[in-house]
């Protein structure tokens, strides 16, 4: 059994590889043709830092993929013997902690690499080495209080029922609406500062077109998104009455009130067609699939891996083997959202006029230096949204017509060597 285990997670990763280095000739080819939705320099800068991000993201996967090995074939053992404390659950929340502290500690350098170096180069990360240990702190405090509780009461379903697995969909599913409810009043405000939007014009029209469809919300709100990153984004957050709707300062700051409300119209969309529900309803499907999976794993498993199949060790196996069975749940839950993001759309082009959601996305693939083009297969596992160039050709937009002027931006220097220095010779040998 572990053997499968191992092949399938080969599989895996040399899969999320294998679509990165596509991700990279792909993108290396494209940057060397005419550029489309933004100027000459700033789609050269886009396209380095698509390619940036990607060459990180596959020394990752070698990193992940080498510590699931050492998990498998001696971290289990080796934590259980570690953690030697009295009581079936106290014994699997410390072994849980444990193994999400591990895990986490892996992950932290590129979490920082990827903040410090790559964002800062391209101007993204605003964010200081004090705010980001301040983030870290709130969030084990969290952690470690919240987590615990939760993998105690996990634990205690796993000790004293047979169908443990169906409790602990049940459990996990009514915390994940839970956190749905309470993230926008409760959670989002311990790392940023919401304050209601000021009266005036721009409150009037939204609260107007919320009228329109008959939502009822918690407030407009404006969140410091600036103190961290640049980018622009704005959300409607919550379930039932903790329902806001959140902008991004950096969002006011660069769309006008015509073309904010035709992005608020796209998020109405999603509101009017149910799609929160459509996605709750997908990751419970998920969740049912991969408790119900977990919870009829052989023994046989755990003996291989030389440890006994207690409850912490079960949720870690749950934890570990995660990424796998949503990696192939995936396209599936992506070509649902790319269906919705383009009747959204059109119902933000009804709510807002087509024009101005038209400018609005234009200036918003810019400013977040998003690179309009992708290779297929990462559009066909990983792309909730539809490729931008297809969302404005479905709104009647030809962006082989764009007009872009030959603006000179500084691209930042990016280190271009081993495999990866192969890979961009090959392309400029191709193009």
Known sequence: MLELILALYSLYTFMRVYISVMQIGYINQEKRRAPVLMPAGKYMVAANYAVAKEKLAIIEHFVDYLLFVW???????????????????????????????????????????????????????????????????????MFFVLGGILFAVLAWIISHFEMWWLGGFVLLFGVALLINVLYPTVIAPIFNKFNPLEEGELKDAITAIMEKVGLKSDGIFVMDASKRDSRLNAYFGGLGKSKRVILFDTLLDKLNKEELLAVLG?????????????????????????????????DELFTQMHVVPTPGVKIAMLMLLLPLVS???????????????????????????????????????????????????????????????????????????TVVGEEKT??????????????????????
């Not at 890979?423 to 193009?431: F, G, I």
């Open 71 to 141: 998990w498998v074939f001696v971290g289990f053992e080796w934590l259980s013997s570690l953690v030697s404390v009295e009581g079936e659950i106290r014994q699997a929340v410390f072994f849980l902690y444990g193994f999400v502290t591990i895990n986490y500690l892996v992950g932290l350098p590129f979490e920082l690499y990827q903040k410090f170096k790559i964002d800062e180069d391209f101007h993204f990360n605003q964010m200081t080495p004090k705010m980001f240990i301040v983030d870290t702190l709130k969030s084990a405090v």
């Open 266 to 298: 796209h998020e109405l969309g999603h509101y009017s067609h149910g799609d929160i529900w459509k996605n709750i309803g997908l990751m419970g499907l998920l969740l049912f699939v991969v408790f119900f999976l977990f919870g009829h794993l052989p």
């Open 327 to 401: 990696f192939v749940f995936t396209p599936f839950m992506s070509y649902v959202s790319r269906h919705n993001e383009y009747a959204a759309d059109a119902f933000g082009s009804q709510m807002g006029g087509q024009e101005n959601l038209i400018s609005a996305l234009l200036k918003l693939v810019t400013e977040n230096k998003a690179f309009p083009k992708s290779h297929p297969l990462v559009i066909f596992f990983y792309h909730a949204h539809p490729p931008i160039i297809e969302r404005l050709k479905a709104m009647g937009y030809d962006a082989s017509n």
């Open 410 to 431: 500084e691209e930042p220097a990016l280190p271009n060597d081993g495999i990866f220095a192969y890979l961009d010779k090959e392309n400029n040998d191709r193009s």
